[in-house]
């Protein structure tokens, strides 16, 4: 290593990557579910790489997260403070991140075909909904 160190390098890779890959989160799922892995490839793909754990409560995860009951689906994770419910696109997710709006999370409810972690050759139109901790909502993207 001729003018960089060890610790240099690992600088310049650090500030080459977005802000978001940085953001440490986590993935809660049911244990017997197999499409939050699907999700989380597609996250890693986006740039994230989110710890996952296993929870057989996940009613109690999503009540202390105050996703409201109609936008639930299978899984949810935690990202720079947001929380991202089902299967959000993760571009979506950077966005969020980069931009802060004034919203807990967002979710795409139930687990609509073609999604991210979804993937089949059939694709149901679906919509993203930004939600705050007052249970206020809105349409964030349509996919």
């Known amino acids: 290593?001729?003018?960089?160190?060890?610790?240099?390098?690992?600088?310049?890779?650090?500030?080459?990557?977005?802000?978001?890959?940085?953001?440490?989160?986590?993935?809660y799922k049911d244990p017997n579910c197999g499409c939050c892995g699907a999700w989380n490839e597609h996250?890693?793909?986006?740039?994230?790489?989110?710890e996952t754990?296993?929870?057989?409560?996940m009613s109690a995860l999503k009540d202390r997260y105050r996703v409201p009951?109609?936008?639930?689906?299978?899984?949810?994770?935690?990202?720079?403070?947001?929380?991202?419910?089902?299967?959000?696109?993760?571009?979506?997710?950077?966005?969020?991140l980069k931009e802060k709006p004034r919203i807990a999370g967002l979710a795409v409810p139930g687990m609509p075909p073609g999604s991210p972690g979804m993937e089949s050759p059939t694709h149901q139109p679906y919509k993203v909904i930004?939600?705050?901790r007052d249970g206020r909502r809105q349409v964030y993207a349509s996919r």
């Open 1 to 27: 290593m001729s003018y960089l160190t060890r610790g240099g390098l690992a600088l310049l890779a650090a500030l080459a990557l977005p802000a978001w890959a940085a953001t440490p989160g986590t993935l």
């Open 43 to 50: 996250m890693k793909k986006g740039g994230f790489a989110l």
């Open 53 to 57: 754990r296993a929870d057989a409560n």
């Open 69 to 96: 009951a109609d936008l639930r689906s299978c899984h949810t994770a935690v990202v720079g403070g947001y929380v991202f419910e089902g299967h959000v696109p993760s571009d979506l997710v950077a966005r969020v």
């Open 130 to 132: 930004a939600f705050d």
